[in-house]
T-cell receptor, first 116, second 116 residues
Framework: NAGVMQNPRHLVRRRGQEARLRCSPMKGHSHVYWYRQLPEEGLKFMVYLQKENIIDESGMPKERFSAEFPKEGPSILRIQQVVRGDSAAYFC??????????????FGPGTRLTVT | AQSVTQLDSQVPVFEEAPVELRCNYSSSVSVYLFWYVQYPNQGLQLLLKYLSGSTLVKGINGFEAEFNKSQTSFHLRKPSVHISDTAEYFCAVSVGRREYGNKLVFGAGTILRVKS
């Protein structure tokens, strides 16, 4: 059973470009979480999605950031017009159906975004 | 609001010595607590979790943690560390209501450096 897959692992963008980060959850998991890890900080929650639905986006910046989890295909975190402050590691996690507070989240290896 | 404080940013220790990584949390509701480990350039791996029951929780790789409700702590311990335990360790608390998922609030992390 493959784990959570994220690609690309490393992404370099110039200021003003768009960044698209992809996450394929574990087989059978329909709940996806995105977290951001800034340098020297812990992970911060961004958004929680189920298939075709955004459930909680309370951690997403109000502008330039969006996320989706379509019926088919991976979850996408999209950052428009990137700025240097967006440089971070972005982690995706998935959990089994029926996400309860006690459910374990399985993390992907992360995408390290560098904005030049 | 829930928060997690990891009191030490770095902990150096010699191989085969015992170690304790400290974690304190604040929460107004019942808590589920987790410890994750992150090896360089990798995602997070669950070490152990406290949901209910016995306050002493055993995890993988010889780690254990003790939940102390009166002190709002969840310290991680290992009686004898190996070089391979060198990594960053994150304490996290689960927040949110069931229908809104299981977002995790993380501490800032503690880097464990095991020296030979």
């Amino acid at each position: 059973n493959a784990g959570v897959m994220q690609n690309p692992r490393h992404l370099v963008r110039r200021r003003g470009q768009e960044a698209r980060l992809r996450c394929s959850p574990m087989k059978g998991h329909s709940h996806v979480y995105w977290y951001r890890q800034l340098p020297e900080e812990g992970l911060k929650f961004m958004v929680y999605l189920q298939k075709e639905n955004i459930i909680d986006e309370s951690g997403m910046p109000k502008e330039r950031f969006s996320a989706e989890f379509p019926k088919e295909g991976p979850s996408i975190l999209r950052i428009q017009q990137v700025v240097r402050g967006d440089s971070a590691a972005y982690f995706c996690a998935s959990s089994p159906t029926g996400s309860h507070r006690s459910d374990e989240q399985y993390f992907g290896p992360g995408t390290r975004l560098t904005v030049t | 609001a829930q928060s997690v404080t990891q009191l030490d940013s770095q902990v150096p220790v010699f191989e085969e010595a015992p170690v304790e990584l400290r974690c304190n949390y604040s929460s107004s509701v019942s808590v589920y607590l987790f410890w994750y480990v992150q090896y360089p350039n990798q995602g997070l791996q669950l070490l152990l979790k406290y949901l209910s029951g016995s306050t002493l929780v055993k995890g993988i790789n010889g780690f254990e943690a003790e939940f102390n409700k009166s002190q709002t702590s969840f310290h991680l311990r290992k009686p004898s560390v190996h070089i391979s335990d060198t990594a960053e360790y994150f304490c996290a608390v689960s927040v949110g209501r069931r229908e809104y998922g299981n977002k995790l609030v993380f501490g800032a992390g503690t880097i464990l450096r095991v020296k030979s």
